[in-house]
């Protein structure tokens, strides 16, 4: 059943940039019932098994840790072999909540507007509550923490985003929220801080008094601006604290990335809708769990066979897919185990940006894993982000939706590839995601764009 | 055909919060087929004749000026008395361009949270890409100026969601636009002005020394607040002193509410579907096009014999439908003809609230006429907006979106309605309109509520 739409355009007064949309569909719509009732898990369909975590202090503290702190049912998908996992109607129910299925969008203007054969269409988990795709792993955990009978989730947030998506879950299932907010961004990001709080989140500027982790800082440098690592430890230590508490993560790990499939599996239904399937995918790719929901479901397509290409579109701040492909932690104060990723150190240096979510060391073991076998390109942007934010204003005019910092290397990726087929005179079919608003994040456009 | 979902809730460890939907409908979807191809124009079924504009001033300058500035297009639709006025393909892909068709919610956590045994549906205007239902005038004024060969578009804004809507809509048609910006709005709303300017509009203060109006004035007091009215006036001056530029009204007359209509159509289908009809429509009023869009569909019903009650939500600041029903200027520098309208007068003093956009003296004359009939009530809240954001906060938690402002008043009166079913335990279905999201409004959120 499709749900497209084919407009006439007779009116020869009308301006050229409207012009015919040749009768092709502008805007793929699925309904609740076509909506994805299970996750895909990749693990199933890897060429080679996913190196495990690994942890080489004697007794491995760390390893024991991740056991103990990721929930239950959560822990059981990190390492499922099923290719299919069900949903739970309820977190069905709460996708719907969230405003699911989202329409996949024609960019038939942008097409016109860089004069290229190719065809573009991006879906539009622009279209979140919170401001972009991290609800639908946060929705997921909150039910599943609730169902386990917990009271409180806590966590820590670097730009905010996840920290604001889990905020928002807890809320619609009953559940207190803690969050742990690196203090530089705190700080500054006034505005989003309070939607945490509406959203009823205790919300605290990390180091905190709330810890040990965060007095023993604090007595050193009353002022200190924090790390991811530090938010982490705080959050982990809140949650092992108390029993009525549990601890949940934002990306890096298989369960979140499965739980964000449900974009790339209601992509993949809407483009076979219209008869296409693309030749190119493209996201934006910080940790990995934009990239991976929108990608996986193609990416094993491409496992059997299907001739997909993959590009990771990414700050030369944070290039972690051109880094070494090892073992590492996954943050900075090595609390977590090791894993298997393409980074650059825990320790790295990265030079500020706006598209902050991009700005991690390394990339998920998932994707790390199928960059390694050949799978996924990348490419990475001057750290200035004009190149990517003048793009980002080409979209905005063409196609009306503001993307969020992060998501607009995604805009700028996919327009390069439109470009590139220009130069080629070849009709390619780019699928990319943009991956989150930027109602609050303009203040950035102003400042790279000088508006 | 229904789009709807029905999830099974066994789990009994699961909180009550969440606990059984009871098989019920959470979010209808329309597919892009099933979206209006026509607007409503209630002109062709209204009891009695709309009073028509009227200029007392001998040789009726502002009648002809108002024959002048409008859209051929949208003066033809002003005096139309077809019932249904078909929407060109172009706009019609124009709405599926700006996300159009909008899914409705079935409000079922703040019912519970409320316990309440009304049925609460709320249609998501909110899914804007520039943030409120502004866009479904913008978009049919835009591309009538650009199939009129105009090439570009002037206006005045307040609260700033027309200017951006505007900005939005011409960019898509591929038109330049102009906005003059009430200073004192202008000057503190930043973030709004430069999502304007990334739509490439020019905006200026008001008074600005674009015009002879503004220059005036500025001569007067280099700093001066401006006013809507002022505002008017420079856009219109601008558009006539230019052949290749039209101005164009974001509320009030008849083809803006006849535009927004789609949002009651979509409404009225959606519950349909469900097998559901409102015994109360709801939402906030100030020049009418909000309310108007979403309530005339039923308020047809209405005058066909079907009982249904409309509760149009104010602010004490502008309590326009409790005004007098008399002819009134539609702005301060009486550039405009009078229309009969519920008024405050157009001199007068109204304090600033947070949800600006209800913050005009009177309402249109469609609606005004109805009211005057007995067909609309009307709530008017505290200016100082306490008892309407509390409301908004405690839908943000159990529903998980983020009302404007202006929004917020709609809300607040659903909850009003259904916290009086919970008294009397009727088991209304209550309809209400959520037109605008806040995430550009976060500093009206932390004011009020102290976040």
């Known amino acids: 059943m499709t749900r497209t739409s084919k407009g006439l355009y007779a009116d020869p007064r009308f301006p050229a940039r409207l012009g015919s949309m040749g009768g092709e569909a ?3 719509h699925l309904s609740p019932e076509e909506a994805p009732n299970r996750w895909y898990n990749i693990l199933a369909d890897l060429p080679e098994p996913l190196p495990p975590p690994r ?3 004697p007794g491995q503290p760390r390893l024991k840790m991740l056991g103990e702190v990721l929930l239950g049912e959560c822990l059981r998908q990190e390492n499922a072999t099923d290719r299919w996992i069900p949903i739970p109607p309820e977190i069905q129910d709460l996708y719907l909540q969230a405003g699911r299925p989202h329409p996949l969008f024609r ?3 942008l097409e016109r507007h860089l004069g290229t054969p190719a065809k573009l269409y991006y879906k539009s988990e622009f279209y979140s509550p919170t401001g972009s795709h991290k609800v639908n792993t946060a929705l997921a955990q909150a039910w599943y923490a609730a169902a386990a009978g917990y009271e409180r989730v ?3 947030t670097g730009a905010g985003q996840w920290g604001t998506a889990l905020a928002y879950a807890a809320s619609l299932v009953g559940l207190k929220t803690t969050v742990y907010w690196v203090r530089a961004v705190h700080d500054w990001k006034v505005e989003r801080r309070n939607l945490m709080r509406l959203f009823g989140a205790e919300v605290h500027a990390s180091p905190s008094p709330q810890t040990n982790v965060g007095r023993a800082l604090l007595r050193e440098n009353g002022n200190h601006p924090g790390s991811l690592g530090i938010a982490v430890s705080e959050g982990l230590e809140d949650a092992r604290s108390d029993e009525k508490a549990v601890y949940c993560l934002g990306s890096v790990l ?11 599996l209601e992509t993949r239904r809407q483009l076979e809708m219209i008869g ?5 995918v493209i996201s934006c790719l910080g940790g990995g769990s934009n990239f991976g929901g929108f990608a996986l479901p193609f990416l094993g397509d491409a496992i059997h066979g299907k001739e997909v290409r993959f590009i990771a579109a990414q700050s030369e701040a944070a290039p972690n897919l051109q880094g070494e492909y090892r073992y590492d932690h996954a943050d900075h104060a090595e609390l977590t185990p090791q894993l298997k990723m393409y980074t650059l150190g825990h320790r790295k240096e990265m ?3 706006r598209g902050d979510g991009l700005r991690y060391h390394a990339a998920a073991p998932i994707i790390s894993l199928l960059r390694h076998l050949g799978y996924i390109d990348t490419i ?3 750290a200035d982000e004009k190149y990517v934010f003048e793009r980002a204003r080409a979209f905005v005019q063409a196609e009306g939706f503001l993307p969020a910092p992060e998501s607009a290397y995604s805009v700028a990726c996919a327009i390069d590839e439109a470009v590139r087929c220009k130069e080629t005179g070849e009709r390619k079919v780019i699928a990319f995601n943009v991956s989150g608003h930027g109602f609050m994040d303009m203040e950035a456009y102003r400042e790279i764009l000088g508006l």
Chains 1, 2 share one sequence.
């Open 254 to 264: 298989n369960h979140v990335l499965l739980h964000q499939t449900v974009i790339g």
């Open 107 to 109: 960019a038939r203007r």
């Open 55 to 57: 942890d080489e202090e």
């Open 380 to 382: 990475a942007y001057p």
């Open 26 to 28: 502008l805007a793929v």
């Open 351 to 353: 030079h500020p940006i």
């Open 276 to 280: 296409e399937y693309p030749d190119v």
């Open 154 to 156: 806590t966590t820590e």
